[in-house]
């Protein structure tokens, strides 16, 4: 089986208002330094078969004809290598107070 990611993200040219809300924000919650802030998605799709360059056309595919608007967003298509060896954060459990 393989494991496709597939990130899509605006243009650079695209004005970008959620990664500028995100940016403005950040420095009244403590974080300083920040330049800019994009705002994208990210896709995991499991193909049946083997990781090879049939998958990754297939997932181009896909890619270009649902998941990105290739007008105004770019998109990159790659083997998911860490979906085994990555190291997740999650956030705190909140408690009902």
């Not at 990130?7 to 500028?20: A, C, N, R, T, Y």
């Not at 078969?49 to 056309?57: E, M, N």
């Amino acid at each position: 089986m393989a494991r496709v990611v597939v990130d899509v993200m605006l243009k650079p040219e695209i004005l970008d208002p959620q990664g500028q809300a995100v940016q403005r924000a950040l420095p009244r919650l403590g974080f300083d330094g920040i330049v800019d802030v994009r705002q994208g998605k990210r896709f995991e799709i499991e193909l049946a078969g083997p990781a090879d360059d049939a998958a990754l056309a297939q997932a181009r595919q896909i890619a270009e004809k649902l998941l990105a608007n290739t007008v105004i967003e770019q998109f990159d298509v790659r083997f998911d290598t860490e979906a085994d060896t990555a190291v997740t954060a999650t956030a705190p459990e909140r408690t009902a107070g």
